[in-house]
Structures are given as structure tokens and as C-alpha cells.
């Protein structure tokens, strides 16, 4: 087996990723104009005028507000990816483990989860607490780690059975150790490929969260620009395609740098390609 | 004579990077009408490869040369229909793991009739055929009905011998078929797949690695080493006077039984007693087991799959909880575990460095102490040092095998459970890993519950055997008396179909004794 090599797709896919992260931190800084501010005339049309991108239904600067809509776009596939990863993971593998009644009592909780139907389940808790960018990853994350838990749980339960794993158990070392230095590290893979696809459902949901207007309304991000412009998608297009295309460009990114990075860390495809 | 099978310099490439250029290389042999041809070789000769070509199964992007010419046509070119109808009708092919070669979601019965179907029989031709091929290969008529995951693996392969010569072929390419099976049951599918060759004076093409098997079947043999033939010719020749070293070499390593007990063992390392271990489904456990292994003594465990070995060496080792009894052990140290299969017993994931260090710690030893030992026992086992920073995939099996005895050997045990520890391995290498163990008892004092279903290396390594029986011991005592002299009926089958004993006795210059 020949291990796939670091290519001009996973180093533009990496770079692509470093530009967003400058742009999140240093964004507003950068921005041609205030993203909230009506420089022009509404509708402008993209890559003609003075606005590069076009403007919106107020005249608001599209290049600027995309600028700044990294920020909480990123924030949120971030955060609302690593809290639920981490979230599943645990109750997964301790599930997966352990097994006998913790097990059971485990996965009938995912089960409840799993059953309300999730977007619902979200916009009650946003709506409970009050609307602001922590809110809203609260209940992203609150809803998107069962299925990260049936996962790791079915990994956990198949290597549990592995003659390495039962060797650790005779040579006498922890549960701790055994989950955490044998048995984690082989059950990675599936979930950083879980992980890369939760990225893009963070994101959609918080833009699905701010449409219904349950999100922070004084926060920029791209979810809330493509629900802006869903509206009008026949007479500006632009509106909602430059959001869309950048979380797909986004997701597409992470996408790709998650595999490499998957590959990076399985020692039996480094020494292959050495 | 022209040969049913002319196989003329064929020449398989692997891709850039393989270990060698090619799999097998100017490759020629005939099977010829009526004959059986054994292909043996150690792992990575390239025998499965070459079973493979000729039916075109080759994966695509191993490029082949040559010529494998079959009734006048050349099977390297054959392409689309042309290669389906020499596929089952022409040539059956039977596999080593009769499980995944059936489907699992389709009854027996209608999986044979299947293939006659789709060769031309109707409906009722097929049903009546298929019946008289369950019939042919010793299955009730009722095993029809069944699916593939209510038999047992003789049963299985009945099966697929039944599918492989529906179509009455003119030659059988056999991989490895009996090399999942218990010896018992290896015995019984090679006399039926003898009688059935003969019956329809079949040519068969029996892929091996495995001497005794030969010895059993073969008419003539081909030898294969890093993909070339080093020797070919009628088995008897070649069994008693091999020509060429690789040969002579592959024949010295089969193990040979050792008479006469070495230095009494001293106070028992493990007492088990009245060990019993029930399980809810099925009938495979273990009822009132009682036996001790003294310090420095190698004790053998042997049976059938399902007599309940396995599970005792899991209790003694903690890895399974008695139902009822008391396993006591007085040496220092928990006992270790040495596993069968040398690819999933080490993480892939982490170094060896890091596994042996981290066992070592996990006995009480501090870093230092543990990555000081970790070199000793690494050097024991015959492994160099650099193997420390590397990755399990890096190693050989037999490599493989030797570090996990030095994992097992970190904290430093009076005693190894070794739960088939050879049998994945090839006879040359299966060799280097039985003087291990050797060397480690008779160094080191360590005393080795060794299980296996193997009575030629039982034969040669253990001091005494348990012969167990549906969970029971049926007899036990040193290895020499019980093997020469069975008294119980389980210990006298396993004998007895042990494969090749007429050509090479379990102890060499067996004469009849009193």
C-alpha cells in the first residue's frame, strides 16, 4: 500500500484554511468598510462597481460583511464541533468500555437525544437561554453529539476485544490507560471523519438558528447572510451564492486537511510514503 | 503428453515498492488429467497468486506475463464470457475461508443450484443435481435448507466442494482449503476431495504450505520459494529425497517429537483446580479442569477448536472469570499472554518502544528501569534495538511474534500462557519461534501453558500434555507416553488424522514398543 501524498490540493486546502483563520482574527480590522454601514446603492451587482462583491438590500458592503462574517462562522464550526467530539466521544467510550448496565443507561440517554427531532430541540434551548453566539453553540453542540456517541461507542466496543488491548489488560495497566493510550488513538480515524462533516451542519444550523431571528442579531456570520439573502435569490444572487460558496469552500477545506492530517498520524501510511 | 494445465513462464509483477520486482517469475508447471499437483510455499511465495491467475482473478494493477494455457486456450487473455464459461463449468475453485466464499444471506441449497442455473440446467435438473451433489460430498439432504452460518466449517467446505464440481471441471484449483479446519475435520475433506478426484479423474491443483498435507494428497509437488520453483516432481521423490536445499530446509523444520521429559519441574508455578467456565449459549466451556505447571515445565493444552483449551489459558491469565474453582498462582509476577495472531496482538499505533516500556511500568518499574529492560528483553528475543522507535507494521510475523513475547516477558512472569503462538506462522519461521521458547525455559526457568491444536509441535515442545475433550481433560501426562500410547478415544482421532504420518512419523524412528 503506497500512502497518499501531500499534494497542491491539500496545500491549497491548508492555506485556504490559514487565510479564514487570519481573516477571523484580524477581519474588522481589514474590512474596505463598516460592514453595517449603507455605503451604496441597494443591489449593486458584484465585480462591476466600486463593491466588489456587490451590496445588499441596505447597500451594506458584501466583501466587507463577508470579512466579518468569518469570525463567528469559524467560531461556530469550530467550537460546535469540538465541544459535541469530545462530549461523544466520552459517553461513547465509556459506553463502548465499560458495557453491562452503563452501557444500557448510556445509550438509552443517546437515545432520548436522538429522538426529539434536533433542530427543534435546538431552537428551544436557544430560545431558553439568552440569544448570543455561546447560546447558540450551546445548543448546536447539545444536539449533535449522540451520533459522535453511537460511533465511538461501536469502535470502542469492537477494539475492546483486540488481542493488544487484552494484552494491556493482563500486563495490568488502568482503564484510563487502556482507553486513552491503546484503544483511543485506533479509533480516531471515524471520527475525525465524523468530525469534518459536523463543521459544515455547525455551521448551517447556526445560520438556520439566525434566520428565525433566534440567533444574536448584532452578529455577522455567514449563516446570516445566506438566510438574508435566501430571499431574493432571484433578483441578487449574489447574496446568498457568496456565503453558500464560501461554507462549501470552507467545509471542502477542512474536509481535505482532516484526511491528510488522518493520514499524517497513522504510522502504518508515514513509513509507506517514507 | 500435453498437460490439462501448461503453465509457461508466467511472470506476475507487483507494483514499485513491493519487497521483489514480481510475485512469481518465469513460472512453468503442468497439471495434467487425473492428478493431483501440490503448490507449496512459505507465505508471500506467491502460490495464491499464481491459483489466481489462471482463473483471471488477478487484481488489475498486478501486470502478468506468459502463457497459462487450458485446453488450448491461453487463460492470461481470456476475457468477458469467454473467461465465465471456463470459470465453474471448466475449472471450480475452492477457497481457504468457506465462511466469506458463501453468501450468508442464501440457503445452501439454492447457492448450488444457483451456479447449475446459471450454466444451462432448468429448474428441476438443478434441484435434482444439486441433491445428488450434496449426496457426493457426504452432506444430509437436508443441509439444503440451511444457511451457511448454522454449519460447521467441515460442513462449509462440503459445500464449496459441492459448488466447485457441480459442473463436473475438469480441473479444481484448491486454495489452502483445509487450513481453517481442525485436523479431525482436514482429514475428512481431504479424503473426500481424494475420492472425488479420483471418481472424475479430475486434475487438481492444491495450493499449501503445509508438508504433512501433501504428504497426504499429492501426486506430484512444486516448490516455491520467493515466487520461483526450486523443485518439482512426483511427491513420493521429493518427500523422501529432497534435491534442493530449500526443500531439505522446509522438510528439517517440521517439528519432531522430543522423548524422555527434561529436569524433573520443581513446585508448581499455577494450581488450577476444579476450573469450570459455563457459557450461556452453546456447549464449548470448560467442566472440572484440574492440573498444576511446574516451575520451568512447558505443559501442553491440545484439542479440537471447541474443547475448551483456549478458555482455560484465558482464565489462568485473568482474561476470562471461572464459573466455579480456584486458579492459584505462587510465582512472581501475573502470568503474561502470548496470542496467535502476531498482527493484531501489538497496537498499530503506538511504538514498540512504548508499549514495552509502558508494561514495564505498569509491573512497578520507574521509566528508566522499564526502557533499560525494554533492551534486554528485546535483545532475548532476537530483535534489535531500533525496533524501539518503530511501528508493528514494520516487522515480520515471526518478529512480530518475538515482540510480543517480550512484552509478555516486561513484568517480569514465572509463567507464559502461549495460546497458539506458531500457528500463523511458516514452518521456517514457526522453527526460530519454538527455539524461543526453548531458550527462554531452559534460561530462564519459565514455565509455558502452551496451547495448541498442532500434536507435531506438542510433540517437540512440551514436557507434559493435557488432551482435552469437550471442555473435560481426557488425558494428561508427559507428552512422549500419551502421544505413543493414547489411552482415551479423543487423543487416538487427533492421532489418527493428523496429516503426512505415514511419511513422517510423529516420532522419528517409531518402532512398535510393549
Not at chain 1, 51 to 65: A, K
Not at chain 2, 148 to 153: A, E, K, N, Q, T
Not at chain 2, 227 to 242: M, N, S
Not at chain 2, 405 to 410: D, F, K, P, Q, V
Request: charged fraction near 20%.
Amino acid at each position: 500500500m503506497t500512502g497518499r501524498r501531500i499534494g497542491a490540493v491539500e496545500i491549497a486546502a491548508g492555506l485556504f484554511l490559514a487565510l479564514l483563520l487570519v481573516l477571523a482574527i484580524a477581519g474588522p480590522v481589514l474590512t474596505p468598510h463598516d460592514p453595517w454601514d449603507s455605503v451604496g446603492a441597494p443591489f449593486e451587482k458584484p465585480f462591476q462597481g466600486e463593491h466588489l462583491l456587490g451590496t445588499d438590500v441596505l447597500g451594506r458592503d458584501m466583501l466587507s460583511e463577508m470579512i466579518v462574517g468569518v469570525r463567528a462562522s469559524l467560531l461556530v464550526g469550530a467550537l460546535a464541533t469540538a465541544v459535541p467530539i469530545c462530549l461523544g466521544v466520552l459517553i461513547g467510550a465509556l459506553a463502548g468500555y465499560l458495557g453491562g448496565w452503563i452501557d444500557m443507561l448510556l445509550m438509552r440517554l443517546t437515545e432520548f437525544f436522538q429522538t426529539i427531532p434536533s433542530f427543534l430541540f435546538a431552537l428551544i434551548l436557544v430560545a431558553v437561554f439568552e440569544p448570543s453566539l455561546w447560546s447558540t453553540i450551546a445548543a448546536i453542540s447539545a444536539v449533535s453529539w449522540p451520533p459522535v456517541a453511537r460511533l465511538a461507542r461501536s469502535e470502542f466496543m469492537a477494539l475492546r476485544g483486540r488481542e493488544f488491548v487484552e494484552a494491556a489488560r493482563i500486563a495490568g495497566h488502568s482503564g484510563v490507560h487502556i482507553v486513552w493510550r491503546e484503544i483511543l488513538p485506533n479509533a480516531l480515524p471515524p471520527i475525525v471523519v465524523i468530525g469534518s462533516l459536523m463543521v459544515a451542519n455547525a455551521i448551517l444550523l447556526e445560520s438556520a438558528i439566525g434566520f428565525l431571528g433566534l440567533g444574536d442579531p448584532n452578529l455577522m456570520s455567514w449563516g446570516y447572510l445566506l438566510s438574508g439573502g435566501r430571499t431574493s435569490l432571484r433578483s441578487a444572487w449574489w447574496l446568498a451564492v457568496f456565503p453558500g460558496v464560501a461554507i462549501t469552500l470552507t467545509v471542502l477545506a477542512i474536509n481535505i486537511v482532516g484526511d491528510a492530517l488522518n493520514d499524517a498520524l497513522d504510522p502504518r501510511l508515514r513509513r509507506a510514503r517514507a | 503428453m500435453t498437460g490439462l494445465l501448461e503453465i509457461r513462464d508466467l511472470t506476475i509483477a507487483l507494483p514499485a515498492g513491493a519487497d521483489r520486482a514480481a510475485a512469481v517469475e518465469h513460472l512453468s508447471f503442468d497439471v495434467d488429467a487425473g492428478e493431483i499437483v501440490c503448490l507449496v510455499g512459505a507465505s508471500g511465495s506467491g502460490k495464491s497468486l499464481t491459483a489466481q491467475a489462471i482463473l483471471g482473478l488477478l487484481p488489475p494493477a498486478l501486470a502478468s506475463e506468459g502463457r497459462i494455457g487450458f485446453k488450448g486456450r491461453d487463460m492470461l487473455r481470456l476475457k468477458g464470457a469467454e473467461l465465465r464459461q471456463v470459470r465453474g463449468a471448466e475449472i471450480g475453485m475452492i477457497f481457504q475461508e468457506p465462511m466469506t466464499a458463501l453468501n450468508p444471506l442464501m440457503r445452501v441449497g439454492d447457492q448450488i443450484a444457483e451456479t447449475l442455473r446459471y450454466h444451462g440446467h432448468d429448474r428441476h435438473s438443478a434441484q435434482a443435481e444439486m441433491v445428488r451433489l450434496l449426496a457426493a460430498t457426504g452432506l444430509p439432504e437436508a443441509v439444503a435448507r440451511e444457511w451457511p452460518f448454522r454449519l460447521s466449517g467441515g460442513q462449509r467446505q462440503r459445500v464449496m466442494i459441492a459448488m466447485a464440481i457441480a459442473l463436473r471441471p475438469s480441473l479444481l484449483i484448491a486454495d489452502e482449503p483445509t487450513t481453517a479446519l481442525d485436523v479431525t475435520t482436514q482429514a475428512q475433506i481431504l479424503r473426500l476431495l481424494r475420492d472425488i478426484q479420483r471418481e472424475r479423474g479430475m486434475g487438481v491443483l492444491f495450493v499449501t504450505h503445509d508438508f504433512g498435507v501433501v504428504a497426504e494428497i499429492a501426486d506430484r509437488v512444486v516448490v516455491l520459494e520467493a515466487g520461483k520453483v526450486v523443485e518439482t516432481g512426483p511427491a513420493q521423490e521429493v518427500l523422501r529425497a529432497p534435491a534442493h536445499s530449500y526443500t531439505v530446509k522446509l522438510i528439517a523444520a517440521i517439528p519432531v517429537g522430543r522423548r524422555g521429559a527434561s529436569a524433573a519441574a520443581s513446585g508448581p508455578v499455577a494450581e488450577v483446580s476444579h476450573l469450570s467456565r459455563l457459557f450461556r449459549r452453546g456447549t464449548a466451556g470448560v467442566h472440572d479442569v484440574s492440573f498444576s505447571v511446574g516451575r520451568g515445565e512447558i505443559l501442553g493444552l491440545v484439542g479440537e477448536s471447541g474443547s475448551g483449551k483456549t478458555t482455560i489459558g484465558r482464565c489462568v491469565v485473568g482474561l476470562e472469570r471461572p464459573t466455579s474453582g480456584t486458579i492459584t498462582i505462587r510465582g512472581t509476577g501475573r502470568p503474561q499472554m502470548v496470542f496467535q495472531d502476531p498482527y493484531g496482538s501489538l497496537n498499530p499505533r503506538r511504538t514498540i518502544g512504548a508499549t514495552l516500556i509502558d508494561t514495564g511500568k505498569a509491573a512497578g518499574l520507574s521509566a528508566p528501569d522499564a526502557a533499560a529492560l525494554a533492551r534486554v528483553q528485546l535483545a532475548l528475543v532476537g530483535v534489535p534495538d531500533v525496533a524501539l522507535d518503530r511501528y508493528a507494521h514494520e516487522f515480520s510475523g515471526g518478529q512480530r511474534q518475538r515482540l510480543a513475547i517480550a512484552r509478555a516477558l516486561m513484568s517480569g512472569p514465572d509463567l507464559l500462557v502461549a495460546d497458539e503462538p506458531v500457528s500463523a506462522l511458516d514452518v521456517l519461521v514457526q522453527d526460530q519461534v519454538l527455539q524461543l521458547f526453548e531458550r527462554l525455559r531452559a534460561e530462564r526457568g519459565l514455565s509455558i501453558l502452551f496451547v495448541t491444536h498442532d500434536l507435531r509441535v506438542a510433540a517437540r515442545l512440551c514436557d507434559r500434555i493435557a488432551v482435552l475433550d469437550r471442555g473435560r481433560i481426557a488425558e494428561i501426562g508427559p507428552t512422549a507416553d500419551i502421544l505413543r500410547h493414547p489411552t482415551h478415544a479423543a487423543t487416538a482421532a487427533l492421532l489418527d488424522a493428523l496429516p503426512g504420518t505415514a511419511w513422517r512419523p510423529l516420532y522419528s524412528e517409531e518402532r512398535p514398543s510393549a
